[in-house]
Structures are given as structure tokens and as C-alpha cells.
Nanobody
């Protein structure tokens, strides 16, 4: 599975941004699509994930502000980020699990200014 992430950028606090992660290859084997982020000097953390059953999980820090979804073909995952905060600044990575194997996309930088 190959992943292409896009949508990062520089935003002011309070604004919205949407990230996209397009998967190609063996997409029929994908069971989970997720977004992680890594801020400078911090460990990579799970932001949100969506299972092929449409069950979702969110980090406590983004719950109520971020929404993860997929397209109807479940080949593209989106992360709608509303009410951005400076602490959301990080490199965001998409990840999928397909056939019990993890695949990672390249990161996309999100910077939120106060």
C-alpha cells in the first residue's frame, strides 16, 4: 500500500484545515486508517483512526474538534481539523493497517500560529 498525504499548511488559531491521505495498491486489505502527529521533541502520537467498520477513535486532546472520515471507497482518509490551536502544530502522518502490516505516508506539516 502506498500513501500520499496532503493538506498541511500554516493557519491561525481557531481556523480549520483538512488533511487527505490517498491510498493505492492493496486497498481492499485495509482494516484501519489513522492519523498520527509528532511535534518537535515529542513522541509520535495517535490523533484519530477509523476502522473499516466506520468505528472511530480520537485522542482526548482533539475530540470534538477533529473528525476522521473516509471516502465511499475507503481509499482516502480525511482529517477535518476545526478550532486549531498552537499545540496542534506538528508533522501529521497517515497510517494504514493492511493485512496486519503497517504502512506510513510521508508527513505533512501543520503549523498553527497564535
Amino acid at each position: 500500500v502506498q500513501l500520499q498525504a496532503s493538506g498541511g499548511g500554516l493557519m491561525q488559531a481557531g481556523r480549520s484545515l483538512r488533511l487527505s491521505c490517498a491510498a493505492s495498491g492493496s486497498i481492499s486489505e485495509i482494516s484501519v486508517m489513522a492519523w498520527y502527529r509528532q511535534a518537535p521533541g515529542k513522541q509520535r502520537e495517535l490523533v484519530a483512526r477509523i476502522f473499516n467498520t466506520d468505528t472511530t477513535n480520537y485522542a482526548a486532546s482533539v475530540k470534538g474538534r477533529f473528525t476522521i472520515s473516509t471516502d465511499s471507497g475507503k481509499s482516502t482518509a480525511y482529517l477535518q481539523m476545526n478550532g486549531l490551536k498552537p499545540e496542534d502544530t506538528a508533522v501529521y502522518y497517515c497510517q494504514v493497517i493492511a493485512g496486519r502490516v503497517q504502512f506510513w505516508g510521508q508527513g505533512t506539516q501543520v503549523t498553527v500560529s497564535s
